[in-house]
């Protein structure tokens, strides 16, 4: 099979074309169909070079990340759209995971013109070590199946926030169950190990080698969390659903990490122990998140 070089435009082999770059939008060759809503091709993306090319260009990458990425172009969020309802389970880019996160953060912390508001308290957020947006799609009857998409970031040394790094969901359950349903989940980390159980490149087993707790509710967190001589919950989630899915079943359900839709967002391949460690600088494109999160903690030193 050959490919063209989308900096030089001419063909190659597989052997021959098979690294990706970053390439200044002005020296990139589109496609014919590039426009086309059915064309994958994004000139904010690594992509496809010969080996010639990639040799020019990989004194330039660093360059390029920090001007040409996904990861360095800002990020709109609108608040008052009916999206921020009813987030989408499934997205292919980081950039809308952002947006996605952002709107389940405010949906759970700020006023929330459909669920309420509150439901999560600051002091959680405040004090956690990490925390995961995660969207899921569930549907069956008596078998069902789940997935989705979301994010997690970190607490960095200087007590910041890290980076994104994208994660996907699947799972399946078996039981007396029916229906469908749309759930937002906030999963906050209450500890390092938590944080690397996400930031590790094994499959994570929610309820298995990472248990969820139910965590607590409205401002009083103290109390509730100290309640139990296990201490605090490694892990408190938080969800809000749409549909109807009723049923008793269990359920098996892993969390993955996403390399690939990462090294889209930043341009580069980054793991993501090393993003969740603070080692790469927060992106303009996740400044909506990190501006929601300031909100929330500002709200909760006025209260």
């Not at 607490?155 to 926030?161: A, I, N, V, Y």
């Not at 990462?262 to 391949?269: D, I, L, P």
Request: glycine share 8%; proline share 5%.
């Amino acid at each position: 099979r050959r490919h063209h070089c989308r900096r030089c435009g001419l063909l190659y082999c597989d052997a021959c074309s098979a690294r990706r770059a970053l390439i200044h939008p002005a020296e990139a060759v589109f496609p014919p169909d590039w426009d086309s809503m059915l064309s994958s091709f994004d000139p904010r993306e690594p992509l496809r070079v010969c080996d010639g090319c990639f040799r020019v260009l990989a004194p330039q990458q660093d360059a390029l990340a920090k001007t040409t990425a996904h990861a360095a172009q800002p990020t709109e969020v609108d608040r008052d759209a009916y999206e921020r309802y009813l987030n989408a389970p499934i997205q292919f880019d980081l950039r809308s995971e952002i947006q996605k996160a952002t709107h389940t953060l405010l949906n759970f912390c700020e006023d929330n013109a459909i669920e309420g508001s509150d439901s999560v308290p600051r002091e959680l957020i405040a004090s956690a070590w990490g925390l995961a947006f995660v969207t899921t799609m569930q549907a069956g009857f008596f078998f069902s199946g789940r997935m989705g998409s979301g994010l997690v970031i970190a607490r960095t040394p200087d007590g910041g926030w890290s980076a994104p790094s994208a994660v996907c969901t699947a799972g399946a359950g078996w039981g007396l169950q029916i229906g469908g349903e749309v759930t937002d989940m906030l999963i906050v980390l209450n500890s390092q190990d938590a944080v690397d159980a996400f930031a590790s490149t094994a499959q994570l087993s929610l309820g298995t080698e990472l248990s969820l707790a139910l965590g607590p509710m409205g401002r009083s967190a103290e109390t509730n969390m100290t309640a139990g001589d296990g201490g605090v919950s490694a892990v408190f989630s938080y969800a809000h659903s749409k549909g109807f899915f009723v049923g008793i079943a269990l359920h098996a359900c892993v969390i993955l990490a996403r390399p690939d839709c990462n090294e889209k967002f930043y341009g580069r391949r980054f793991d993501t122990a090393h993003i969740l460690s603070g080692a790469v600088d927060r992106p303009l494109g996740a400044e909506p998140l990190y501006k929601a999160l300031e909100e929330v903690m500002r709200d909760d030193v006025a209260a």
